[in-house]
């Protein structure tokens, strides 16, 4: 069904388009757009990034999801302690510090689940998602891993750090908070209802799949929200917190939220799939000093900034994951405590 277009009355943000077929042939100049996208913006378009197939059959693989009964999908709901992975029921987390519920349910799935499967690491997930693990939801993480992986080893050496160094902190053989996410957001809702409020990403890299509108930007320096228009064929991408304080800042891990669809597209429920890369559960974030110049001298330029957490990826995911929860709340501290490098 051919969606109603994005309207052309609304504050868009322009993002780069990246080739990611030229990225992989090592071109120079690609590699430059790359480099500067994730510094000045931390988002960008990505083309040519052959996982279009994969992704279809992942949103017929939530949708079928969705249609189960919410009873049924609550047996798998990821709960209030800080956990990711499975079912998130709409109006279970806040949006904002005032404590407004959200608007959207979702499935994650563990690329640590999806890829052992029928092993289990983390936990099980509802029988549509595991009559599709093997042809549908491991195909389309493999391949996110292997886009993702590769812009890695391209920032990793525009960094200046020692050959491999990002990806060895993304390990294979180490389980992480990585995950694939299906999300529904139904019509229906006032524009000022919010379906994800503000934040900045928890891990590394995401990579986007999405038809309507409905995803906002804060660029630097802006004080009015900005939509990004959906490309037919261009996934988006960007800077999660973990890339932005393993480098020292250089790497910009942006705010963003996503709020209705506007116009006509409004009246239609709004999916999307997204593709989290996070650091192996016991790396502690913090700006890699010691392993590039060029990061030391951005985390020198910058004293007012905190590049040493203190918290490993699991800790860090797992604060951010579990004070959004609003069975967590207890006042507007409750939103701060889930903040990441938006805090600073």
């Not at 890695?152 to 525009?158: F, H, M």
């Not at 503000?198 to 038809?211: C, I, M, P, V």
Request: contains cysteine; negative net charge.
């Amino acid at each position: 069904m051919l969606s109603p277009p994005f309207p052309d009355d609304v504050p868009t943000h322009p993002l780069l388009i990246i080739d990611y077929q030229l990225l992989q042939e090592g071109d120079t100049a690609e590699t430059e757009r790359l480099w500067e996208a994730a510094r000045k913006l931390g988002f960008w378009y990505l083309k040519n990034h052959g996982v279009e197939e994969e992704a279809s059959r992942m949103f017929d693989m939530g949708e079928e999801t969705m249609r189960l009964p919410l009873e049924e999908k609550m047996k798998y709901e990821r709960g209030d302690d800080g956990r990711s992975f499975g079912y998130k029921a709409a109006g279970s987390s806040a949006v904002d510090a005032s404590g407004r519920q959200d608007t959207i349910e979702y499935i994650n799935v563990s690329k640590d689940d999806a890829l052992a499967y029928p092993n289990v690491i983390h936990r099980t997930y509802p029988s549509a998602a595991n009559d599709r693990m093997e042809s549908t939801i491991a195909p389309f993480i493999t391949k996110s891993v292997q886009v993702n992986d590769t812009i890695l080893e391209i920032l990793n050496d525009k960094l200046g750090l020692p050959k491999g160094m990002l990806t060895n902190l993304h390990p294979k053989d180490e389980y992480s908070g990585s995950e694939a996410r299906i999300t529904k957001n139904p019509p229906g809702y006032a524009s000022d209802r919010m379906a994800i409020g503000a934040h900045t990403d928890f891990g590394s890299l995401s990579f986007l799949h999405n038809r309507l509108g409905g995803l906002q930007v804060l660029p630097p320096g802006y004080k009015e929200w900005q939509y990004v228009k959906p490309i037919p064929g261009h996934a988006i991408c960007n800077i999660g917190d973990a890339l932005s304080l393993f480098s020292g800042g250089i790497l910009r891990s942006n705010l963003h939220r996503v709020v209705p669809p506007p116009g006509p597209q409004s009246y239609l429920d709004r999916w999307s799939l997204v593709f989290f890369t996070r650091p192996g559960n016991s790396v502690v974030l913090r700006a890699l000093v010691e392993d590039s110049p060029l990061i030391a001298e951005a985390a020198r330029n910058a004293p007012e900034k905190n590049f040493e957490s203190g918290e490993t990826a699991k800790e860090w995911f797992t604060r951010r994951v579990k004070y959004r929860r609003l069975n967590n709340r207890v006042g507007p501290e409750t939103w701060k405590a889930g903040m990441g490098t938006e805090n600073e």
